[in-house]
């Protein structure tokens, strides 16, 4: 019997780098101060000159894994 991988990508974009987030994944900086979703990212980046591109695996409403992260600038 196989398992069916129902992870879902996110990406969450935040002006805050949190260079540590694999070890602080759950309680990363980036889950308490400004975050934005795909569909803020416009708004976003008029208000950041910098923004990063978190990536992460989701199974529902849990964070099961991060994937990435990318600097976007300007």
Known sequence: ????????PVKVYSPIEDKKIRETLNDSPIWKGL????????????????LFEYSFKFEGLKMVQFTGVKKLEK
Do not use: L
């Open 1 to 8: 019997m196989y398992k069916i991988n129902n992870m879902e």
């Open 35 to 50: 975050r934005y979703h795909i569909s803020e990212v416009e708004i976003a980046k008029k208000n950041h000159p910098i």
